[in-house]
């Protein structure tokens, strides 16, 4: 109880931070609804503008909450933005919220401002690309999913963003999919990926089910390091819990950063 309330009076609440994703996500919905119409009255510059300024809009509010958060004390930076409820059975609660705190903060500031960047790269890399509108598109839709995955406050919002992350690889590696080489390597990809998920999802899951019996059902991060003694002593197939919830999280990893046994997609989406 001692935790819980500590972990309350710790909480601080900014409405800004769903902006820092909705962002790009606005800028792909634009751009997939409206792209071809734009990208044939303005060429790709339109679809590009579109693409590039939402993001830099991203970066300036990512500055904006790095601000608020150096202004907090130093045992309590964190900033919480609750959006809404999404999914409760049982006791299994997950809310699309966002948390702030410093790795968030390393981590946006490189999605963001990196992500800009290439965003703006990509303007010229693309010459006169007809399908420009669908390029940047999937970028923004890219650079959604990735802040999904590092400002998500729960393993379940963050897994989407994880998803999310594959499902625009899978588009970006394919982009030209006229060619059957670069259609084969995008699903090539996206299968790979999707087995180093399912060792993420029992990891997640493992740690949920251990949390209810030790009577702290929950999958968001700050409540995880409240009660994570509880998972002392815990064992399954005569490993600790904590250990098997890691290396299954791990295979996941593995996947998605390309590492044996799972890199075998990597040189095909290179080339």
Not at 26 to 35: H, Y
């Amino acid at each position: 109880m001692e935790h819980a309330v500590a972990h309350e009076v710790a909480e601080h609440t900014s409405h800004l931070l769903r902006w820092i994703p909705l962002l790009p996500l606005i800028g792909a919905a634009v751009n997939f609804l409206f792209g071809v119409r734009i990208q044939r009255a303005f060429g790709r510059f339109g679809v590009a503008l579109i693409a590039s300024a939402l993001p830099i809009l991203s970066f300036l509010l990512v500055v904006m909450s790095f601000g608020e958060l150096r202004g907090l004390p130093e045992n309590a930076r964190v900033l919480i933005d609750h959006v809404m409820p999404w999914i409760h059975i049982g006791t299994f609660n997950a809310d699309i919220a966002f948390q702030f705190d410093p790795l968030t903060a390393v981590m946006t500031f490189v999605v963001t401002g990196i992500g800009s960047l290439i965003h703006i790269y990509s303007y010229g890399y693309m010459d006169e690309e007809p399908s420009a509108w669908r390029f940047f598109a999937l970028l923004n839709l890219f650079m959604f999913a990735m802040l999904t995955l590092v400002m998500g406050d729960n393993f379940l919002l963050m897994f989407l963003g994880w998803e999310g992350v594959g499902l625009c690889s899978w588009g970006l590696i394919g982009f030209w999919y006229s060619e059957p080489a670069n259609a084969a390597a995008g699903n090539k990809a996206f299968i790979v990926n999707r087995i180093g998920d399912f060792g993420f999802i029992l990891g997640f899951a493992l740690l949920f089910w251990s949390l209810h019996a030790a009577g702290f059902p929950t999958i968001a991060f700050r409540e995880v390091a409240v009660y994570a003694h509880a998972l002392e002593g815990m064992s399954i197939w005569g490993w600790p819990v904590v250990t098997v919830v890691t290396l299954l999280m791990f295979v996941g990893a593995t996947g998605k950063s390309a590492q044996i046994p799972l890199y075998v997609w990597l040189p095909d989406a290179m080339a």
